[in-house]
């Protein structure tokens, strides 16, 4: 009599095969936290990797995303403890005929609300990173503009950088054609890359061409001597990192206040400006 009234005690296997489904799912939704923390933790190096690749300048890494993550993976052992604890205690309450459906839905409700925090402050955290980027871009931006303006236009150190729309070599060739078709002597064409390739090293295209007329050079030498230190012209033509090709020579003025030149003979060493500009279209 005792055996059939413990017997009838114990609830129906169904009961306990939904038991076992629900501490499975919990397990699931456990891990499925833990890995997804992780993930979370290794985004902000993520993002320093795609900046570093794009060449772009690194943002300022304030470690959230690290706690976030952590936060998320510590959230999941929690969770995988208390469903194991939650499993124990419900086996045992079936075991008996009772049944608390409580817990399940206090428990579900927390994650719920847990998840919906740390998905709140991860937006904020991401729509702060994206401000933070967007004004360092216009910094950027606004910072490169005098400096590219300076380069094309304006001397830097006496130095003109003048972009080039074909390679180094075609470059090359135009500028001599010109300098040929306006009877300029072509003095010298030092290949540096090419001496570099001989002693075994490796360097991107540059070659300098070395020119002038002994009628333009002859007068500025006259009433400048020490100009003699920068005669004949000189335009190097070479190749950036990024692959493009420049054109780079004196300044004429940065020449002329050098050497105190009178201004009616600048225009003696003012036509390097139209060669290099010429070759570079």
């Known amino acids: 009599?005792?055996?059939?009234?413990?017997?009838?005690?114990?609830?129906?296997?169904?009961?306990?095969?939904?038991?076992?489904?629900?501490?499975?799912?919990?397990?699931?939704?456990?891990?499925?936290?833990?890995?997804?923390?992780?993930?979370?933790?290794?985004?902000?190096?993520?993002?320093?990797?795609?900046?570093?690749?794009?060449?772009?300048?690194?943002?300022?890494?304030?470690?959230?995303?690290?706690?976030?993550?952590?936060?998320?993976?510590?959230?999941?052992?929690?969770?995988?403890?208390?469903?194991?604890?939650?499993?124990?205690?419900?086996?045992?309450?079936?075991?008996?005929?009772?049944?608390?459906?409580?817990?399940?839905?206090?428990?579900?409700?927390?994650?719920?609300?847990?998840?919906?925090?740390?998905?709140?402050?991860?937006?904020?955290?991401?729509?702060?990173?994206?401000?933070?980027?967007?004004?360092?871009?216009s910094n950027i931006q606004i910072m490169e503009a005098p400096m590219a303006t300076a380069t094309s236009a304006a001397p830097n150190n006496g130095i003109i950088d003048k972009p080039s729309n074909h390679s180094v070599d075609q470059t090359v060739e135009k500028l001599k054609n010109i300098l040929q078709a306006k009877g300029v002597t072509l003095f010298a064409l030092v290949d540096h890359s090419g001496e570099a390739e001989k002693a075994g090293m490796k360097m991107p295209p540059t070659k300098l061409l070395i020119f002038g007329s002994p009628k333009a050079g002859t007068p500025l030498m006259l009433a400048a001597p020490s100009i003699a230190i920068d005669l004949p012209l000189k335009i190097l033509v070479w190749q950036d990192p990024q692959g493009k090709t420049w054109l780079s020579y004196n300044s004429p003025d940065y020449l002329k206040d050098r050497h105190s030149l009178p201004s009616d003979l600048l225009q003696n060493i003012a036509v390097v400006d139209a060669l290099a500009t010429k070759a570079g279209e």
Request: charged fraction near 15%; charge should be positive.
């Open 1 to 137: 009599m005792d055996n059939s009234t413990v017997k009838n005690n114990h609830a129906d296997p169904r009961d306990y095969l939904a038991a076992e489904r629900t501490f499975l799912a919990w397990i699931r939704t456990g891990l499925a936290l833990m890995g997804f923390g992780f993930v979370v933790a290794r985004f902000g190096l993520f993002l320093q990797q795609l900046r570093f690749i794009d060449h772009a300048p690194a943002l300022p890494n304030s470690g959230l995303s690290l706690w976030f993550g952590t936060a998320l993976i510590a959230f999941g052992i929690i969770v995988n403890v208390a469903s194991a604890r939650r499993h124990v205690l419900l086996v045992h309450e079936l075991d008996r005929g009772q049944s608390d459906s409580a817990r399940s839905f206090t428990q579900a409700v927390a994650t719920a609300i847990f998840l919906g925090l740390v998905g709140l402050a991860m937006a904020i955290y991401l729509i702060s990173i994206r401000g933070t980027a967007n004004l360092q871009s």
